[in-house]
């Protein structure tokens, strides 16, 4: 019964570790937003500046399982390339050894300290009390450590128990036991943290110890392959590789464990120190190595997975050079209009395609796409922000201004094809299923919304035939006609599809407004002939990214 109580204690010490770990990253993830995302998506070319970004980022977040993920999602995005994201998760490893030299150097008698800070922290009016929250279960991951600590003491009085862990176990089960148990809680730290509590107790020999944490570092590559589904292929070289690198790393060091594995008892140090260590030369090690033989290693995955397409075309990023004066920043603004007009078309056929089939591979689609503009998006502000310098008096200013309105109003759009997407999760999610009727209704809204794009598209690429007040005119009268449909649809209490036809025609009403406003800014944005013209009198067309 005693030794029931033991195990239950420290299941339950191991399930509040994951959960503080889960939720610090959680926090932190919050407070730096799509920062964080952005930081992580200006990794150099450089590989080892990405392996010490990432290593910075893991150490950090404590979760070298959400740095991989994260940076699979923007390498999907098309925001990171293959190979710039190698020497993230290579860093990533080198990050989770700041959580073993705290526990073994038992830094983890603050934590009761840290907490009791987070919570007054969180509870003071300003903006300190943004960072409570993770100060506070910064706290609680070590604290939790320390009640796995102390659960766990009443197992030293078990001769049997202690004798089975002190003796010498196969490296080869002893690595497959670290896998398989980071795997199922999906985390390196917690498989790390348990061994070094276990050494410092005298439950386990560093002999049994080290290859558990090897085999750690395998299993945390779950988390990244589990990710990778639906995903394009660079996503999925960027795991591949993760799991590679990860089990190349062990193979590397696995003959000096079958050989001098034996020795490793005979170490002066204390057990739990000298596995924090051996933790860390064996992540360094293994990453340096990597990030030597970057360019082979990459030409070998790329070699195993192919060199297929990414599912959809990503547009240019903006980007402002050293010598960019204000015409070529123009030039470029104007020409990147019509191909981000062009994917919100995109964007919005898919989105309508989803809620008229049902299809999730669509929606899927969708969703990928919403999330790519979303950060497009916040790399125009940071460029809106640059391009000022450019700016050279008061009408180029005002040119400036009028062109930002412009791809204001484009992600205006874009909020609005979300709220589409949403109203789709929503009907997921509580099951709601259109009838003929209303698939008829969505479809001709979304097909008068579609040909009101391409004439827009047209008349920005400033053709005489664009035909926009007659399209936006008629979808007008499509959206009143769904909406008198609607009132008769909503009298009948068994039509829960009518409450999502009215979001769509919400919505869709909403969109087209916003198309209106950006089309009727063409002229304020449209070329000047007297500045684009060269030397020799001829007009000079914009420049593209």
């Known amino acids: 019964m005693e030794y029931l109580h033991v195990v239950m204690a420290g299941l339950t010490a191991i399930i509040l570790f994951i959960f503080g770990l889960e939720n610090f990253s959680s926090e932190i993830e919050r407070l730096s937003g799509e920062r964080f995302r952005r930081f992580l998506s200006r990794a150099t070319r450089i590989p080892l500046v990405g392996l ?35 020497g993230i998760i290579f860093g990533s490893n080198v990050g989770t050894t700041v959580t073993a030299q705290l526990v073994a150097f038992k830094l983890t008698a603050f934590a009761p ?20 929250k993770s100060i506070f279960y ?41 896998c398989a148990f ?89 057990p739990a120190i000298a596995l924090a260590n051996i933790h860390l030369v064996f992540n360094l090690v293994t990453s340096l190595i990597f990030i030597a033989l970057v ?9 195993l997975v192919g060199e297929g397409k990414m599912d959809f075309e990503r547009l240019e990023l903006p980007k402002l050079g050293e010598g960019d004066d204000f015409d070529a920043v123009r030039g470029r603004l104007r020409a990147n209009l019509a ?30 796409r919403i999330q790519y503009i979303e950060f497009l998006e916040q790399e125009y502000r940071a460029y809106f922000s640059r391009v000022v310098t450019s700016i050279g008096d008061e009408r180029e200013s005002r040119e400036l201004l009028a062109l930002i309105t ?21 009907m997921k999610t509580q099951y709601v299923e259109l009838k003929s009727d209303v698939v008829l209704m969505v479809r001709e809204i979304s097909s008068h919304t579609l040909g009101l794009f391409d004439e827009i598209r047209k008349s920005l690429l400033r053709d005489e035939t664009a035909e926009v007040k007659q399209k936006a005119t008629s979808l007008q009268a499509v959206i009143d006609d769904s909406n008198r449909e609607l009132l ?48 020799t009198g001829q007009n000079s067309g914009p420049t593209v990214m």
């Open 339 to 368: 191909p981000l007009l062009g994917f919100l078309q995109e964007n919005y056929n898919l989105v309508t395609l989803s809620i008229e089939s049902g299809y999730r591979s669509i929606f899927e689609a969708s969703h990928k």
């Open 406 to 426: 412009r791809y204001d109003y484009l992600f205006q759009v874009h909020d609005s094809i979300e709220d589409l997407f949403n109203t789709k999760k929503t």
């Open 295 to 303: 360019n082979p290693f990459t030409r070998l995955v790329d070699a």
């Open 52 to 86: 010490l970004i990432g290593a910075l980022v893991t150490a950090v977040i404590q979760s070298s399982s959400a740095t991989s993920v994260i940076t699979i999602s923007l390498v999907n995005a098309g925001v990171l390339s293959f190979k710039n994201s190698v």
């Open 138 to 178: 910064f706290g609680f991951v070590f604290f939790s450590l320390n009640l796995i600590s102390d659960s766990l003491q009443p197992l030293q009085q078990e001769p049997a128990l202690v004798k089975y862990l002190l003796q010498p176990q196969s490296p080869l089960l002893a690595i497959l036991v670290g």
């Open 488 to 535: 008769s649809l909503m009298a009948h209490p068994d039509r829960r599809d009518a409450g999502a036809l009215s979001n769509f025609v919400t919505y869709s009403l909403r969109l087209r407004d916003k198309l209106l406003s950006f089309d009727k800014l063409k002229e304020a944005t449209a070329p000047d002939p007297r500045r684009e013209t060269d030397t």
């Open 182 to 270: 980071t795997a199922m809680v999906q985390s390196s730290s917690v498989t790390t943290g348990l061994a070094i509590i276990f050494a410092q107790q005298g439950l386990l020999s560093l002999e049994n110890a080290v290859p558990i944490v090897m085999g750690a570092n395998i299993g945390t590559t779950a988390t990244a392959l589990i990710a990778i589904f639906n995903m394009d292929l660079a996503a999925k070289k960027t795991a591949l590789s993760h799991f590679l690198f990860n089990v190349s790393g062990v193979l590397i060091f696995l003959p000096a464990l079958l050989v001098f594995g034996h020795r490793l008892n005979e170490i002066d140090t204390e």
């Open 113 to 132: 300290a840290i907490i009791i800070i987070g919570f007054i922290l969180s509870l003071v009016r300003s903006r300190a009390a943004l960072f409570g």
